[in-house]
């Protein structure tokens, strides 16, 4: 089984519905963390979660909402949708520190989102 | 912020040598990382170098990081067909502890 699960896998949505992407980890991390990848733009940080109660705003974080339901369980939220939020999200988890210091982190599936 | 920063685009033929290039502004970085995206998959960890590093080699692949010019780079040698792939460049942002992406790399091999 995959360490880093996303559901869904792809998603069409219209304009203004609110969606929810979610993301569960059997690593048992404790840091996670919501990215979005468009051509050209590399990965943007939309939201990170050091611990349960720790959430934190990325690069981008307008337009979307995180909820850390538990350690295991970190989902994201568009409350509105819109045509410029399509993007590929990838949900992923760290171990930062256990690892001789490097911050690896384990990356979901991603999540295709479009947006009409 | 941090900036890194890469090419988008690198072709090789089967066999040769793939050097794949990033730059980044914050100095103070402690760990660079390479990772590896292939179609339809999330970002996998290839390899890392600790800043007090110029070199590190793992198999096929050498990481050269020059910190004057902060430049870092990542050599395949050999390179395959299963190669072809999005690469990542990261530098962690040790003021907010978290990874600051380049825009990535496709590179495509040709038979």
């Known amino acids: 089984d995959a360490d880093v699960t996303q559901t869904p896998r792809n998603r069409i949505t219209k304009t203004g519905k609110r969606i929810m992407l979610e993301c569960s980890q059997t690593?048992?991390?404790?840091?996670m963390y919501w990215y979005r990848q468009d051509p050209g733009l590399g990965l943007q940080l939309i939201y990170y979660s050091f611990d349960v109660k720790d959430i934190n705003k990325g690069e981008i974080s307008d337009g979307y909402s995180v909820s850390r339901q538990a350690q295991a369980k970190f989902s994201l939220s568009l409350e509105s949708a819109i045509p410029n939020q399509t993007a590929l999200y990838f949900c992923a988890t760290s171990d930062h520190g256990t690892s001789g210091g490097a911050d690896t982190q384990y990356f979901g599936p991603g999540t295709r989102l479009t947006v009409l | 912020g941090e900036d890194v920063e890469q090419s988008l685009f690198l072709s090789v033929r089967e066999g040769d040598s793939s050097v794949i290039n990033c730059t980044y502004t914050?100095?103070?970085?402690?760990?660079l990382y390479w990772y590896k995206q292939e179609p339809g998959a999330g970002l996998q960890l290839l390899t890392y170098i600790f800043s007090n590093m110029d070199m590190k080699q793992d198999q096929r692949l050498t990481v050269l990081l020059n910190k004057k010019d902060k430049h870092l780079s990542l050599r395949i040698a050999d390179t395959q067909t299963g190669d072809s792939a999005i690469y990542f460049c990261?530098?962690?942002?040790?003021?907010?502890?978290?990874?600051?992406f380049g825009t990535g790399t496709r590179l495509l091999v040709s038979p």
């Open positions: 914050d100095s103070s970085s402690t760990y």
């Open positions: 690593k048992g991390h404790d840091r």
């Open positions: 990261a530098v962690e942002n040790t003021g907010f502890q978290k990874l600051v």
